[in-house]
């Protein structure tokens, strides 16, 4: 194993199964008694921030109206958070740090699928996060049909930021591809549209190749 510690983001299409591979890695390090060695978070939010929850809250909540530089502050708000609180004293210790979620997602969501301009919300997160990047991103690549068939079986409710239209997520999608294209050798591009074990043991290869596990 490394002896320093990795920041990793898994960023994704909904439904694409990447909450799922994060419990089932969770699982797997504990048995192989490997946990110790890494730190999980995940965004909105953070799993070392009370504040960075109530901005979730905020976020996500169906009654709340943000505009897409809103959303954009408060996601880098959030960021900021669980940088100071959670990731970069894990890194400092050498653990390795997986987060369900990270800029990508601010640059998609806001950038180009919002109005917030991609240049802009570039901006705020290099301020927010004193320019921390991962040191790879793993993208779980879904098809739009498929996208909208997983979540409307799995969801009883959407939050403020899901919808069910198939046409959303085909320009989801394109947005993901555009943003991975300004920077393709920080992503990994994982095919989701397969089983769980199927895309779990694809998330495993990864880790080993970039020597994470």
Not at 45 to 65: H, P, T, V, Y
Request: proline share 2%; net charge negative; hydrophobic share 40%.
């Amino acid at each position: 194993m490394s002896k320093v510690g990795k920041f990793i983001a898994f960023e994704g299409m909904d439904g694409s199964g990447k909450t799922t591979i994060i419990q089932m890695l969770k699982n797997e390090l504990i048995t192989k008694k490997l946990i110790d060695n890494f730190v999980f978070t995940r965004e909105p939010g953070s799993a070392f921030s009370k504040e960075a929850e109530k901005i979730r809250q905020l976020i996500l909540d169906n009654e709340n109206s943000f505009s897409s530089m809103v959303d954009a502050l408060l996601f880098a708000t959030s960021r900021r958070l669980n940088l100071e609180k959670g990731i970069w004293p894990a890194l400092q210790e050498n653990k390795h740090v997986i987060t369900d979620r990270y800029t990508t997602s601010s640059y998609v969501y806001q950038g180009l699928l919002g109005d917030a301009t991609l240049e802009k919300v570039e901006i705020i997160n290099e301020i927010a996060t004193n320019k921390t990047e991962p040191d790879f991103i793993i993208f779980f690549d879904l098809e739009p049909s498929i996208s909208v068939e997983r979540i409307t079986k799995m969801r009883e409710g959407m939050d403020r930021l899901e919808t069910s239209d198939i046409q959303y997520y085909v320009s989801l999608r394109e947005s993901y591809k555009k943003v991975i294209s300004k920077n393709p050798d920080k992503y990994r591009i994982v095919d989701a549209n397969c089983s769980i074990i199927e895309l779990f043991n694809k998330v495993i290869d990864i880790l080993i190749k970039e020597e994470v596990i």
